[in-house]
């Protein structure tokens, strides 16, 4: 790579809400020097494109025919498109977040361009091979040059995997910066509540959109049923992802919603004030793990396995869909202000609010260019002998 054509910037490569919320700050402190590139692969306005006003983010870089997509051809499209940026204009360095289709995309393009790699929120396992973003997460781990792990226990677990201790940094985990960046102030917390009818610490926020919930319309409706249940001690306040809501529609599960105080799509700043006052959240979000925990707000969450286990010492219990929904949602309602006030008193295990800064301090460091990897060793010849 001719070193007169690099760009001084840095690439940050991101494709889904989470991913925005996660790394506005390091961009924010990159300032001029972040390059946002965008692959489209959360597509529609409500879950990416007004964010970029609400967290005060530059205009990205977008790529067009990844959204919607199967993971495949995201992947692939993606990939191309980047591969084609870095070798015109080749950042200093990628920064990728978690586990996307977009931040697998940013990690074998930077590592086809021998362009260091940053991996924010590095050294997640569920242990579970189901989940396509287990699959995303190991191979962006394997090829990061800087490992940003967001506890001990994620630094644990990429040691175990062979990893170099000195690629690994533990930085703690942006989300704490960004919900203390972003929960509103208290009386536009109330103003919001007062608008929906909603009383403080008396309704549950809920949140479902993953696919091994919604994709199987017996287990969607199972998990609306147990909501609905829930329903009848304390108002249900559901937030409806687009494809949750087409899921629904299409299996014609719209009546299991009467009751329940159904939304389109929320602000960040918006769902982190109806968090804050919920008396439980139910919920298949990974981030949602971790933003209880900065909250000190209870959590059920309703999936096969989990790559966060450390919400769950305190805040968090972990369901598969079905009866046991209902189950830990009463046991955990039943520790009312309590148990509100004993988790508003413990701090999160995902860090002090300072990881951005740590994670930005660490690029500024990185050399310009990435080693090369060393040639392969010559396969040895086979020479005939007689017998």
């Known amino acids: 790579m001719n070193a007169q054509a690099v760009d001084s910037r840095v690439a940050v490569v991101l494709g889904t809400r989470p991913e925005l919320v996660k790394l506005a700050e390091p961009i924010r402190l990159l300032g001029p020097a972040a390059r946002v590139v965008h692959t489209g692969q959360h597509y529609d306005d409500t879950l990416s494109g007004n964010f970029l006003d609400e967290l005060g ?3 990205p870089e977008y790529l067009t025919g990844v959204g919607g997509q199967p993971r495949a051809v995201q992947v692939a499209a993606a990939l191309a498109a980047l591969d084609e ?3 015109a204009e080749p950042p200093r360095a990628v920064i990728v977040q978690g586990d996307t289709n977009a931040a697998l995309s940013g990690a074998l393009a930077a590592n086809a361009r021998s362009i260091p790699l940053i991996h924010v929120e590095a050294g997640l396992r569920s242990h579970d091979r189901a989940m396509p973003e287990e699959h995303n997460r190991v191979v962006i781990d394997r090829l990061a040059d800087i490992l940003c792990a967001a506890t001990p226990e994620n630094r644990a677990l990429l040691l175990a995997e062979g990893v170099p201790d000195h690629r690994i940094e533990v930085t703690g985990n942006t989300v704490v910066e960004a919900v203390h960046e972003h929960l509103p102030p208290q009386p536009e917390r109330t103003r919001l509540l007062d608008g929906l009818g909603l009383t403080p610490d008396a309704y549950v926020l809920a949140t479902i959109h993953r696919p091994e919930n919604t994709d199987d319309s017996a287990v969607l409706a199972t998990v609306l049923r147990e909501l609905a249940e829930i329903g009848r001690t304390l108002p249900v306040v559901l937030p409806l992802h687009p494809r949750t809501r087409a899921r629904i529609e299409a299996a014609g599960l719209g009546p299991l919603l009467d009751g329940m105080t159904v939304l389109a799509p929320t602000g960040y ?11 439980l959240l139910v919920s298949d979000s990974g981030g949602i793990q971790e933003e209880t925990t900065v909250l000190g707000r209870p959590l059920v969450v309703v999936r096969r396995s989990t790559e966060r286990p ?13 009866p046991a929904i209902g189950t830990a949602a009463r046991h955990r309602l039943a520790e009312g202000a309590r148990g509100l006030h004993r988790l508003g008193t413990l701090p999160s295990p995902y860090g002090d609010g300072t990881a951005s800064r740590r994670i930005v301090d660490l690029v500024t460091r990185l050399p310009q260019h990435r080693s090369p990897l060393p040639a392969p060793a010559p396969e040895p010849t086979l020479v005939a002998t007689a017998a």
Do not use: K, S
């Not at 450390?310 to 079905?322: I, K, R, S």
């Open 57 to 59: 983010l530059p205009e």
């Open 269 to 279: 700043g918006t769902f982190l004030a109806l968090a804050r006052h919920a008396a």
């Open 85 to 87: 940026r870095f070798a």
């Open 310 to 322: 450390e919400a769950f010492a305190d805040f968090a219990d972990l369901v598969e869909p079905g």
